[in-house]
């Protein structure tokens, strides 16, 4: 069955990086798009940006412009996400998402990994 | 930037209908997708592309859109209904989520 399993927990310092891995199984890696979406302490759901794991290409939030970048590695089905200049305000729960349709950019989010807790605090 | 307006809560009885709005200038011109989220768990996708259901989502579960609303709708809400909803449309390359809608069964 198709399953995304996300690496653990992280806590960092503000400034500081992290890099969040989702290991994707179950389908053809490189058909689906991937996406990271974030939520927030007892907030709503935030999109911070997809790859494709064909070519690596990837579209970001402009919110996360500079600050963000997704990356691939196709032999071992892996996806990252790494975000750098960390606030206390990134704080929140990373979720790795398969679109639904083979190719399709804009498509409904189907497959969720169980989510990554990110914690910056000083 | 493109918004989804939701209510924070929609509460319904036992057994009856619940109704879940998702309002936007125009929305009835996009695909809407729309996910439940129990608390500590990842979202389920369980309408998408205005009211198309997942093989493993129940029937009850269905979908409509007009002009500047679309709607989640459950028919017969249950117990294990209760739980956060989010809308969810493409806009510009973009994902853009709606607030939420937290139900309550009554």
């Known amino acids: 069955q198709v399953q995304l399993v996300q690496s653990g927990a992280e806590v960092r310092r503000p400034g500081a990086s992290v890099k969040v891995s989702c290991k994707a199984s179950?389908?053809?890696?490189?058909?689906?798009?991937l996406h990271w979406v974030r939520q927030a302490p007892g907030q709503g759901l935030e999109w911070v940006g997809w790859?494709?794991?064909?070519?690596?290409?990837?579209n970001y939030a402009q919110k996360f412009q500079g600050r963000v970048a997704m990356t691939r590695d196709t032999p071992i089905t892996i996806v990252y996400m790494e975000m750098t200049s960390l606030r206390s305000d990134d704080t929140a729960i990373y979720f790795c998402?398969?679109?639904?349709?083979?190719?399709?950019?804009?498509?409904?989010?189907?497959?969720w990994g169980q989510g990554t807790l990110l914690i910056v605090s000083s | 930037s493109f918004e989804l307006t939701q209510p924070l809560s929609v509460s319904v009885a036992l057994g009856q209908t619940a109704r879940i709005a998702c309002g936007a200038n125009?929305?009835?011109?996009?695909?809407v997708n729309w996910y439940q989220q129990n608390p500590g768990q990842a979202p389920v996708l369980v309408i998408y592309?205005?009211?198309n259901r997942p093989s493993e989502i129940p029937e009850r579960f269905s979908g409509s859109t007009s002009a500047n609303t679309a709607t989640l709708i459950i028919n017969g809400a249950q117990a294990g209904d209760e739980a956060d909803y989010f809308c969810?449309?493409?806009?510009?390359?973009?994902?853009?989520f709606g607030g939420g809608t937290r139900l309550t069964v009554l």
């Open positions: 790859i494709n794991p064909h070519n690596g290409g990837t």
């Open positions: 179950g389908y053809t890696f490189t058909e689906y798009f």
């Open positions: 125009n929305i009835g011109y996009r695909n």
């Open positions: 969810q449309v493409w806009d510009s390359s973009t994902v853009v």
């Open positions: 592309r205005d009211n």
């Open positions: 998402v398969r679109s639904r349709d083979r190719w399709l950019i804009e498509g409904p989010l189907d497959t």
